[in-house]
T-cell receptor, first 116, second 111 residues
Framework: DAGVIQSPRHEVTEMGQEVTLRCKPI?????LFWYRQTMMRGLELLIY????????DSGMPEDRFSAKMPNASFSTLKIQPSEPRDSAVYFC??????????????FGDGTRLSIL | KQEVTQIPAALSVPEGENLVLNCSFT??????LQWFRQDPGKGLTSLLL?????REQTSGRLNASLDKSSGRSTLYIAASQPGDSATYLC??????????FGKGTTLSVSS
């Protein structure tokens, strides 16, 4: 089975540009999570969805960040405008239903984002 | 606010050694605790998930224990191999939140 698929794998862009990260969860997984990983702060949750509905977006750092899940097989994380401090690895993860509390999360390989 | 700490931050051992990685958390009200492995440039692979009502889980050479009352978990790796070299992260799940991660222990096993 295909795992969680993220694109692009790497993104380098200039400050002020719009950045869109994409994620395809594992088929049948109803929960989707966006994380950000930096050396300083480690892995932090940005937002998660259950059945395409955002449940908790308290981790989204500011209004420049937005996430959507238009259907069960696709999600985007958008940064507009981007800033150098947004540079990080962004991970998407998905899990089976059952409130996700008893199911492990499956991670994609991440998008390494560099804002110059 | 829940905090997850992993000690040591890095560990180097020769092949064949048994080793223990430590994870501690400040709030014992958790649903589960998970151990992940992360290889360079890759995502996280779930290794073991321990429910709050469980004491341990085993998978092959890996054994994870959970002591909720003391806020501690250990990951035991038996007969370590160079292929075990990676960063190991633990994470806890609480009500109303998603996973809260430690910063990981980077393990290097030399042949």
């Amino acid at each position: 089975d295909a795992g969680v698929i993220q694109s692009p794998r790497h993104e380098v862009t200039e400050m002020g540009q719009e950045v869109t990260l994409r994620c395809k969860p594992i088929s049948g997984h109803n929960s989707l999570f966006w994380y950000r990983q930096t050396m300083m702060r480690g892995l932090e949750l940005l937002i998660y969805f259950n059945n395409n509905v955002p449940i908790d977006d308290s981790g989204m750092p500011e209004d420049r960040f937005s996430a959507k899940m238009p259907n069960a097989s696709f999600s985007t994380l958008k940064i507009q405008p981007s800033e150098p401090r947004d540079s990080a690895v962004y991970f998407c993860a998905s899990s089976l239903p059952d409130g996700y509390s008893n199911q492990p999360q499956h991670f994609g390989d991440g998008t390494r984002l560099s804002i110059l | 606010k829940q905090e997850v700490t992993q000690i040591p931050a890095a560990l180097s051992v020769p092949e064949g050694e048994n080793l223990v990685l430590n994870c501690s958390f400040t709030d014992s009200a958790i649903y589960n605790l998970q151990w992940f492995r992360q290889d360079p440039g890759k995502g996280l692979t779930s290794l073991l998930l321990i429910q709050s009502s469980q004491r341990e889980q085993t998978s092959g050479r890996l054994n994870a224990s959970l002591d909720k009352s003391s806020g501690r978990s250990t990951l035991y790796i038996a007969a370590s191999q160079p292929g075990d070299s990676a960063t190991y992260l633990c994470a806890v799940l609480q009500a109303g939140t998603a996973l809260i991660f430690g910063k990981g222990t980077t393990l290097s096993v030399s042949s």
